[in-house]
């Protein structure tokens, strides 16, 4: 009995093509909005969750803020940090600048960071090729590229590799390191990529202000970093004078991405419901006015021994079809437009195990709950009144 049901409901909507096309519009339009958008959700979440992956999750990040711009920490203060305060186990100052670097003539506008030898631990920076600053270069003539950076100064005549000589204003440098292609991480306040590294000596030489105004630090194992923060705060407070130490961990960075990333979902949510309620309104339209067309053909029906629950199933298995037919065609459009975002943004795509089956259930729930109504109307029809209808 309901395969037969189907199989007329079916016949119905191929009768009238044009108006279950574009019913069918609507519900392609909001299943695939929803889909795309729940799955550009996790796409976004699994690209935070790699730029912390590559840093940890143990991270401290300080910095000086100062009316003038001009205040900082000493060097001998930050390395006895640790020490002062147990639960950070590694401190990483760095100085931060830009300038213009050349190679064989052709110069690139670039950030110039001056570091101690523990910046590429504490930071978990990778080699590609040479090795990194070291506590014994000090006054040397030496440098590290992003490989971003390294990508950029090589030209058609050389590329910059391990040894090749770059001029810094009137210094020339060699680079003795080139790092690893690395994600940008929230926790940093530069792009390892683009920048050039050298000792903290060395940056005073070709940096305008050479004060250290910021530190990574790496909390010690099982400590908290709200209590560091505010150890460390206690620590720096006498010997910043008019300055404040502004500090954030990457657990407090990650709670706050979590709720703009809530916020965002609800966002996303909030617009492809306006697009499933579009399509639903739609395909409660579409059957009002086939309803309309068949009152003679309900009439009769009724007229002729049908129940008004035949009726009505009827007409609620034309919306089911229209409703699976809309699901799994926004499904793929959902998807596939997600993945375009990703190739777009340079993301690794993924598929959310629930941006479909979420997408496309509550696609189908209210295209059949936009579709009872007009079940329910032609079910309630007058068999006679009907009959009479022109």
């Known amino acids: 009995m309901l395969r037969q049901i189907l199989i007329e409901?079916?016949?119905?909507?191929?009768?009238?093509?044009?108006?279950?096309?574009?019913?069918?519009?609507?519900?392609?339009?909001?299943?695939?909005?929803?889909?795309?958008?729940?799955?550009?959700?996790?796409?976004?979440?699994?690209?935070?969750?790699?730029?912390?992956?590559?840093?940890?999750?143990d991270i401290l990040?300080?910095?000086?803020?100062?009316?003038?711009?001009?205040?900082?920490?000493?060097?001998?203060?930050?390395?006895?940090?640790?020490?002062?305060?147990?639960?950070?186990?590694?401190?990483?100052?760095f100085v931060q600048g830009g300038g213009s670097v050349s190679f064989q003539g052709d110069a690139e506008s670039a950030p110039q960071v001056g570091v101690t030898g523990s910046f590429a631990q504490v930071a978990r920076v990778g080699m590609r090729g040479g090795r990194f600053i070291s506590e014994v270069d000090k006054f040397e003539l030496f440098c590290?590229?992003?490989?971003?950076?390294?990508?950029?100064?090589?030209?058609?005549?050389g590329n910059v590799r391990v040894g090749s000589p770059l001029r810094v204003g009137r210094y020339i440098f060699t680079v003795i390191g080139i790092l690893e292609p690395t994600l940008q991480s929230p926790m940093m306040p530069i792009d390892l990529n683009s920048t050039m590294f050298v000792s903290l000596s060395n940056a005073r030489r070709i940096l305008t202000n050479g004060t250290i105004a910021n530190v990574i630090a790496r909390?010690?194992?099982?400590?908290?970093?709200?209590?560091?923060?505010?150890?460390?705060?206690?620590?720096?407070?006498?010997?910043?004078?008019?300055?404040?130490?502004?500090?954030?961990?990457?657990?407090?960075?990650?709670?706050?991405?979590?709720?703009?990333?809530?916020?965002?979902?609800l966002l996303l949510g909030a617009i492809?419901?306006?697009?499933?309620?579009?399509?639903?309104?739609?395909?409660?339209?579409?059957?009002?006015?086939?309803?309309?067309?068949?009152?003679?053909?309900?009439?009769?029906?009724?007229?002729?021994?049908?129940?008004?629950?035949?009726?009505?199933?009827?007409?609620?298995?034309?919306?089911v079809i229209l409703a699976a037919i809309g699901s799994v065609i926004g499904i793929v459009l959902g998807i596939a437009a997600s993945y375009v975002f990703a190739r777009f943004s340079d993301w690794h795509f993924i598929l959310s195990a629930t941006a479909a089956p979420l997408g496309?259930?509550?696609?189908?729930?209210?295209?059949?709950?936009?579709?009872?109504?007009?079940?329910?109307?032609a079910s309630r029809l007058n068999p006679i009144a009907a009959l009479r209808a022109e």
């Open 9 to 57: 409901a079916a016949g119905n909507l191929l009768t009238s093509r044009q108006r279950s096309g574009l019913a069918l519009i609507g519900i392609v339009i909001g299943a695939a909005a929803v889909i795309a958008m729940l799955n550009v959700g996790a796409i976004a979440r699994n690209e935070t969750v790699k730029q912390f992956e590559q840093m940890g999750t």
């Open 61 to 93: 990040t300080l910095r000086v803020n100062s009316p003038t711009g001009m205040a900082g920490m000493q060097l001998a203060d930050i390395l006895e940090l640790p020490r002062a305060v147990p639960a950070i186990a590694e401190v990483a100052p």
């Open 144 to 157: 590290v590229l992003g490989a971003g950076l390294a990508s950029q100064l090589s030209g058609p005549f």
């Open 219 to 265: 909390l010690a194992p099982g400590a908290d970093p709200d209590a560091a923060i505010a150890a460390a705060g206690v620590y720096f407070r006498p010997k910043l004078k008019d300055a404040t130490l502004q500090a954030q961990s990457a657990q407090q960075l990650i709670a706050s991405m979590a709720n703009q990333m809530e916020l965002f979902a």
């Open 272 to 319: 492809g419901a306006i697009s499933l309620v579009l399509g639903g309104v739609g395909v409660m339209n579409i059957m009002l006015v086939s309803v309309a067309e068949r009152h003679r053909e309900i009439g009769l029906r009724l007229a002729i021994g049908a129940r008004r629950r035949d009726i009505q199933i009827l007409f609620l298995c034309e919306a």
């Open 360 to 377: 496309a259930g509550v696609s189908f729930a209210v295209c059949v709950f936009f579709g009872f109504y007009p079940a329910v109307m």
